[in-house]
């Protein structure tokens, strides 16, 4: 039974939203309405786990002393101080935890946005470094490859205009930001479509899967 | 030691240098650039152009403070785009962050230059809710069934502009600032698709290689990155000049400008290195082979 009720369950929920895409009316479309909202009632479960997991996990680290255990330390001071601070802030403010001048309000800008910011800027070194030492033009592939991205990161700012403006209208289309609308319209999107056709036909065997109870890895054990 | 030796040991923090000088410079001198919408914006800003007043636009705010320097300048010029118009804003997010990025527009662009915008009838703040996909879901049948207050807390039956709202079917278009998971895409798939609603996106550089498969049909413009923020602000500076000075993407064109030239001077480099240092090892082996 205690593999048997969530296989039916997976079966019905499954089986229902499938007819309600293809029959978008009473009561199929009441019920895609009804469990849509069930599912986010559940996905806000998803943070008390997650928050659970955290604590536990970096808890364990810290008591036993494991590697880099002031690390956690970090961690969890972080995540505890801003869940109180959401928390009180909440409170005071009945719900608005981001209202202005609130506690909460004052981490997420002073604290959290510009470590966050710092985090992201950092890439402009990687890119910086890796594209003097990994970026060769090392076979016929490479090249291509190294005059699209070319292109592409001329084409994401004025300079490209700024290069090519100059070329008479009967080869504009060898101006840099044409040139960028074109890999980006022509070869990228063939490139993503095709990926994206793959990914989606791999969704629908592995939701089969599910809803038919071939795949059963998401009950536990073997 | 040759030039060529040196400049295949060049350390790297000579390269770390010169990218934040890069950067730092154009950010102290503030250098005006022009740009040029191209008609993957146009698009969106005619769209909002066309639209006739009190029709309704859904924002989401689908990103967090480390894409704030592409997201924040679309969003708030979305914003200035749509109030300026008097269409009727709803603001709503897919992502937590997203609901904090949406506050701080509220107090740059609202409590700024709209304080004649009356909260509940010219634009409405509902704020974020779990679910990723499984909320835009919700919301395209049934927009209460999930959003029962707005983000302070505020019923929505106490909100005029809510009063004529009972899915996602009754916008007029859906502006998606995003930056990953959930997103544009996800809009477009579990809103815009099935409902016949224009969407329009807003998203990071990186992100917006990967729309434009749903270009044009399904997604009716894009801007992507920091210049797709920049186009779309000269877009609106060209129609309304008073928002000149608020123009953050074209003010700050400048260090990515620079940026992607230094990139460029660095792969350019980087590839003459290798191939003079190719062609030393081709003229050591003939040399070897000879003696």
Do not use: C
Not at chain 2, 5 to 33: E, H, Q, S, W, Y
Not at chain 2, 81 to 100: C, D, N
Request: hydrophobic fraction near 50%; glycine fraction near 8%.
């Amino acid at each position: 039974m205690k593999r048997q009720i969530p296989l039916i369950i997976t079966f019905s929920v499954g089986a229902l939203l499938v007819l309600a895409m293809f029959i978008p009316h009473d009561p199929f479309a009441a019920a895609n309405d009804e469990l849509s909202v069930w599912f986010d009632i559940i996905a806000s479960f998803a943070f008390i786990l997650g928050g659970g997991n955290l604590l536990r996990i970096h808890g364990d680290k810290i008591y036993r002393r494991r590697r880099d255990w002031p690390y956690s330390i970090v961690t969890l001071g972080g995540f505890l101080l801003m869940l109180g601070a959401g928390l009180w802030s909440g409170a005071v403010s009945r719900g608005n935890a981001m209202a202005p001048g609130s506690l909460f309000q004052a981490l997420y800008v002073a604290a959290y946005a510009p470590m966050m910011s710092t985090m992201y800027s950092l890439l402009a070194f990687f890119v910086a470094s890796a594209s003097y030492r990994a970026f060769r033009a090392k076979t016929r592939e490479a090249t291509v490859l190294l005059l699209a991205a070319f292109v592409i990161l001329v084409g994401r700012t004025p300079v490209g205009y700024h290069l090519t403006s100059w070329i008479p209208q009967p080869f504009e289309f060898l101006e840099i930001p044409n040139l960028f609308g074109w890999i980006l319209a022509y070869p990228n999107t063939a490139g993503q479509r095709a990926i994206m056709i793959g990914i989606a036909l791999g969704i629908i065997s592995t939701s089969l899967r599910l809803i038919l109870g071939i795949e059963r890895s998401h009950l536990g054990g073997d | 030691m040759s030039l060529l030796d040196r400049m295949k040991r060049i350390d790297r923090r000579i390269l770390f240098l010169l990218m934040a000088a890069g950067v730092a410079i154009p950010l102290l001198f503030r250098p005006t650039l022009t740009v040029h919408p191209s008609p993957i914006v146009s698009r969106v800003f005619d769209k909002i152009e066309s639209l006739p007043e009190g029709s309704k636009i859904l924002m989401s705010f689908d990103y967090g403070p480390s894409t704030v320097p592409e997201n924040q300048p679309m969003a708030e010029a979305i914003a200035r785009h749509v109030l300026r118009r008097r269409l009727k804003l709803y603001m709503v997010s897919a992502w937590t962050t997203g609901q904090a990025q949406a506050d701080l527009l509220i107090e740059s662009v609202m409590r700024t230059d709209f304080t004649d915008r009356v909260y509940g009838e010219d634009w409405v703040h509902l704020g974020y809710k779990a679910g990723n996909q499984g909320m835009i879901n919700a919301i395209f049948g049934a927009m209460r069934n999930l959003y029962t207050t707005d983000a302070a807390g505020t019923n929505v039956d106490a909100i005029p502009m809510m009063r004529d709202v009972q899915s996602l079917r009754d916008m007029d278009l859906i502006v998606d600032i995003a930056s990953g998971f959930p997103g544009v895409k996800e809009w477009i798939q579990f809103a815009g698709d099935p409902g016949n609603i224009p969407v329009a996106g807003g998203v990071t550089a990186v992100e917006a290689l990967l729309l434009y498969p749903y270009y044009p049909r399904q997604l009716l413009g894009l801007m992507g990155g920091l210049q797709g923020a920049a186009e779309y602000e000269a877009a609106l500076v060209a129609k309304y000049p008073e928002y000149r000075d608020d123009s953050k993407a074209l003010q700050i064109m400048g260090p990515q400008y620079v940026a992607h030239l230094l990139i460029v001077v660095f792969i350019l480099i980087g590839n003459a290195t290798y191939f003079a240092e190719r062609r030393r090892q081709k003229r050591g082996r003939i040399a070897g082979g000879r003696s």
